[in-house]
Structure formats: C-alpha cells, structure tokens
C-alpha cells in the first residue's frame, strides 16, 4: 500500500519560510509524479506544485509561483515544498499525494491518490 505522510507545519509570522516534507512509503518516489495541495477553512484544496522525479518534470500552479519551490530526494523517498515569504492567507492544511499516473500533468485534486493526514501551517500577521 502507498502511503504519503507531510510533515514540517507550524505557526509562522508572516514573511518567514518553512519547509514541508513528504514521505513516500509504500513505493519509490520517481515512480509517479507527487503533488502538494492545501486546504483552508471553508475552501476547496487547491493545487500548489507537483513534480515528477524520474523525468525532472515540475509544475506550479499560479499561487505557488515566485515564493514556493518543490523539490525531491530520491534516495531518502521524500519531496518538499520550500515556502518563502509566506502570508496569512497561506494559513491551511497541507497535503501531499501521488499522481494516479506519469501522464498527470497539472494539480487537479482528482487525478491524485494516497492522500495523507496533511500538515497544518498557520502564519500571524
């Protein structure tokens, strides 16, 4: 069984950075492309990043362009999402889960599985 587990949330004053990390078990990282998303109160998960580790091939969606980067280690099965100059409105749920296939090629919630518990992150103003 594939299991994605985030980790690295927490409370952060606006403008600080943070690091987010998901374990992939079950698998190997490269194998289908992994994605970020992120869930606020009373919103619908939206799409960050995703990046495919066996071809390089990487995505942001507009809301993560310019402050998020997405990275992998493929001989530790984990990707992280760096995030830098983060904001209130950043304050959310975050998930990673894994591409149901290598042709995926945006961050559409449904065409992703394996979901975990998610990692919260709250930023103060």
């Known amino acids: 069984e594939v299991q994605l587990q985030a980790s690295g949330g927490g409370l952060v004053q606006a403008g600080g950075s943070l690091r987010l990390s998901c374990l992939v078990s079950?698998?190997?990282?490269?194998?289908?492309?992994i994605g970020w998303f992120r869930q606020a109160p009373g919103s619908e998960r939206e799409g960050l990043a995703m990046?495919?580790?066996?071809?390089?091939?990487?995505f942001y969606d507009d809301t993560a362009k310019g402050r998020f980067t997405i990275s992998s280690d493929n001989a530790k099965n984990m990707v992280y999402l760096q995030m830098n100059n983060l904001r209130p409105e950043d304050t959310a749920i975050y998930y990673c889960?894994?591409?149901?296939?290598?042709?995926?090629?945006?961050?559409?919630?449904?065409?992703?599985?394996?979901w975990g518990q998610g990692t919260q992150l709250t930023v103060s103003s």
């Open positions: 889960a894994r591409a149901l296939s290598k042709i995926v090629v945006v961050t559409v919630p449904e065409f992703f599985r394996s």
């Open positions: 079950g698998s190997t990282v490269d194998e289908k492309p």
């Open positions: 990046i495919d580790s066996g071809d390089g091939r990487i």
